[in-house]
């Protein structure tokens, strides 16, 4: 058997494989019927999807974007856009319409999958009101309200699928024959922590083989019912979820909307097996008063990551919500969100301290200065229209510079210390935040919290340390620097302490440590 390189041959495997199991179950809408779908369903979803966009002219190697949450219009679009021999633009959901619109305008989009009134907000709403102009020429809505109006300029979601012909149709699958595992399946968009941010270019068979890296490791199969809180435009909810559910015959459970009891109510209504998140997410979880109200127990697997997995969050995983495999795992949307991974039989000490070893088909090293390094299948092409910073990203020797800083112990496992941008110098000591925030993070009280230097005239800088705490919490600043001085050396004890109601984030959710102060 050949091996699946492309999106288009694993949706076709998969509808071959398990045609009468459950690809999706949108499950999630109070007011509106649920969404079943079989996995021959799905594909034959996904092929009208297609067939539609090359009824409406987009052609081979067009760029087709989707502005929507987690539904199940989200999946048949982004894998539709593939068999269509197109190329996926995720865009943000928490982008502006300025925002979207530039990426939209910088990726040469020519298609548009936008969502209409949803939680107080109306994307497509906001798009034709401030850039009519600036839309492409197919703008295809998808009414989560339960409507079925749109825009004059848009089409909705089931009219656009009413374009589909049988001609079409056929065309749709030449297209999908001809997609190669070198072209561009997607161009994802990095978050902009420090700049303006850049679109990375992933192949098809990097993005498939980082995807199935992912699901081998999770052991995951057609058994698994899989509840994605990820957002569908992350790496974590794309290449760790949609496509490793299709790899490997996975139900799909979407949720727009996070919120704890949203995701305890329908992982216990769906018996989710499966269910990757931030590791803010299961904090939520773990601390809601309702969490004994539901019966979690058919969950299998947790998986979670981040540059900083705070130790005790793990521990309380395994011992308050008595999930037999947690597993943290550590990528970036340069290289499909797949570098390094514990595995299920990993004993808890390297689960509750390292991200694991490189997946399957990656490499890890550290540079002089202790950067991490990653070289191999996952590795993006480059960033679009951008070779300059494609040449500082990736080295002669192919090796991707992360910008985090990182130590290897002797088995393999990789273990993130901070940001290479996030360190100070506190009289002489190199300072890595995320040390001050993984003590913090076992303080009574605490829910989050972000250090970062600040001027210190004798010092040079000293840390801040900025928290959200627990409703009940009783922390003053006395107190998180008395249990501060308990746990680490002086010069890593912040100076200062300020709690504030949330946290200033970019559109990935990610700390934004240059609005503290």
């Not at 809408?29 to 009208?48: G, H, K, N, Y």
């Not at 974007?65 to 593939?82: E, F, R």
């Not at 590795?379 to 800083?405: F, N, P, Q, S």
């Not at 001027?455 to 705490?469: H, I, K, N, Q, Y």
């Amino acid at each position: 058997m050949e091996p699946i390189l492309t999106t288009p041959a694993a949706l076709r495997r998969a509808a071959q494989t398990w045609p009468d199991r459950l690809a999706v179950v949108d499950d999630q809408w109070s007011d509106r019927p649920i969404v079943e779908l079989t996995w021959s369903e799905f594909a034959e979803e996904v092929r009208t999807f297609a067939a539609a966009l090359v009824a409406s002219g987009i052609a081979t190697g067009d760029r087709v974007a989707i502005w929507s949450p987690n539904s199940h219009h989200w999946p048949v679009a982004a894998l539709g856009t593939h068999y269509a021999g197109a190329t996926l633009v995720p865009l943000n959901t928490r982008y502006t319409s300025a925002e979207a619109i530039e990426i939209i305008e910088r990726s040469a989009a020519r298609a548009v999958i936008v969502s209409g009134a949803f939680l107080g907000g109306d994307h497509l709403a906001e798009l034709v009101d401030s850039h009519a102009d600036s839309l492409p020429e197919v703008v295809v809505g998808v009414t989560l309200d339960g409507s079925s109006a749109v825009p004059d300029v848009a089409i909705e979601w089931s009219e656009f699928l009413a374009r589909a012909t049988e001609t079409t149709r056929d065309e749709a699958d030449a297209r999908a024959d001809a997609v190669a595992p070198e072209d561009i399946s997607d161009i994802l968009f990095t978050s902009g922590t420090t700049g303006k941010s850049k679109g990375v270019l992933a192949e098809h068979q990097q993005t498939v083989a980082g995807s199935r890296a992912w699901g081998t490791n999770g052991r995951l199969s057609s058994d698994d019912r899989y509840l994605m809180v990820n957002p569908y435009f992350h790496t974590f909810g794309y290449k760790a979820g949609i496509l490793p559910c299709t790899l490997f015959g996975a139900t799909m459970i979407p949720l727009a909307v996070y919120s704890p009891t949203e995701a305890m109510a329908l992982a216990e209504r769906r018996r989710a097996t499966v269910f990757p998140g931030a590791p803010t997410i299961f904090q939520t979880i773990l601390d809601d008063p309702a969490r004994a109200d539901h019966d979690l127990s058919s969950l299998r697997l947790i998986v979670t990551g981040a540059a900083i997995v705070p130790v005790v969050l793990i521990e309380r995983l395994q011992s308050d919500l008595g999930v037999d495999t947690v597993v943290t795992a550590y990528g970036l949307t340069e290289a499909s969100g797949f570098v390094s991974t514990c595995t299920p039989d990993d004993d808890d000490e390297t689960v509750a301290n390292t991200c694991g070893r490189a997946f399957d088909g990656m490499e890890i090293a550290l540079s002089d200065e202790g950067e991490v390094l990653a070289r191999g299948k996952m590795v993006m092409r480059g960033y679009l229209d951008d070779e300059a910073a494609t040449k500082e990203t990736i080295d002669a020797d192919g090796w991707l510079h992360t910008g985090d800083i990182g130590t290897i112990d002797e088995r393999g496992n990789l273990t993130i210390t901070d940001r290479l941008k996030d360190m100070y110098i506190c009289g002489g000591f190199n300072v890595y935040p995320a040390e001050i925030e993984q003590t913090l993070a076992r303080l009574d009280g605490v829910t989050e919290s972000a250090v970062i230097g600040v001027p210190d005239e004798r010092l040079g800088e000293v840390g801040r340390a900025f928290l959200t705490v627990r409703d009940d919490a009783t922390l003053d600043e006395a107190s998180v620097i008395a249990y501060a001085k308990e746990h680490l050396a002086n010069f890593k004890v912040p100076r200062s302490v300020v709690v504030v109601d949330t946290f200033p984030r970019n559109a990935a959710g990610k700390i934004l440590k240059r609005q503290l102060s």
